[in-house]
T-cell receptor, first 111, second 113 residues
Framework: QKEVEQDPGPLSVPEGAIVSLNCTYS??????FMWYRQYSRKGPELLMY????GNKEDGRFTAQVDKSSKYISLFIRDSQPSDSATYLC???????????FGTGTQLKVEL | GAGVSQSPSNKVTEKGKDVELRCDPI?????LYWYRQRLGQGLEFLIY????????KSGLPSDRFSAERTGESVSTLTIQRTQQEDSAVYLC???????????FGQGTRLTVV
């Protein structure tokens, strides 16, 4: 079993929809949780960074962490075609230098 | 440059040959990371450099892999006697101090034939 599980998709939604992306994990030591966006043939870029449980909002993006369920989510409101990309969750036990990544969920937002 | 720069962008090599991959971090970033992304798999941590600290090499998969970095400058990742399972995209990232890698380069796509 992988330490971090993420549905690969693809997930296809109409423009303006609310998107929910999720990851589950097995290592209870994970305390730092990140979401990255990766466009085709590009490197990942950090979208959201949260520590421990709770919610964090940044514009159209909201990250949620439920450590009791070992479950994290990224919500995208008012999705745009420019949000079409692969979204990677990542997490670590002790800071940011050694991250464990999910395999990524491919999202397509259609006009 | 404005971002993390990696070269070459693509590399095709014959099995058994050595390859060297290069990463230019963002100026002023003291931390530098190498990750590997194999098809259908998540990014795998390889190595982490922080200025004035010993590198964390715990992710290097075998002794065929080595990496160097001098100060805050360029890093090179060397793979000796390449194998087909080394085929992957090798990604470099940098960050200020000890923190989450925020900025990745576009990677070097290595194909071992």
């Amino acid at each position: 079993q992988k330490e971090v599980e993420q549905d690969p998709g693809p997930l296809s939604v109409p423009e303006g929809a609310i998107v929910s992306l999720n990851c589950t994990y097995s290592n209870s030591a994970f305390q730092y949780f990140m979401w990255y966006r990766q466009y085709s043939r590009k490197g990942p870029e950090l979208l959201m960074y949260t520590y421990s449980s709770g919610n964090k909002e940044d514009g159209r993006f909201t990250a949620q962490v439920d450590k009791s369920s070992k479950y994290i989510s990224l919500f995208i409101r008012d999705s745009q075609p420019s949000d079409s990309a692969t979204y990677l969750c990542a997490m670590s036990a002790g800071g940011g230098n050694k991250l464990t990544f999910g395999t990524g969920t491919q999202l397509k937002v259609e006009l | 440059g404005a971002g993390v720069s990696q070269s070459p962008s693509n590399k095709v090599t014959e099995k058994g040959k050595d390859v060297e991959l290069r990463c230019d971090p963002i100026s002023g970033h003291t931390a530098l990371y190498w990750y590997r992304q194999r098809l259908g798999q998540g990014l795998e941590f390889l190595i982490y450099f922080q200025v004035n600290s010993a590198p964390d090499k715990s992710g290097l998969p075998s002794d065929r892999f080595s990496a160097e970095r001098t100060g805050e400058s360029v890093s090179t990742l060397t793979i000796q006697r390449t194998q087909q399972e080394d085929s992957a995209v090798y990604l470099c990232a940098s960050s200020l101090d000890y923190g989450t890698p925020a900025f990745f380069g576009q990677g070097t796509r290595l194909t071992v034939v």
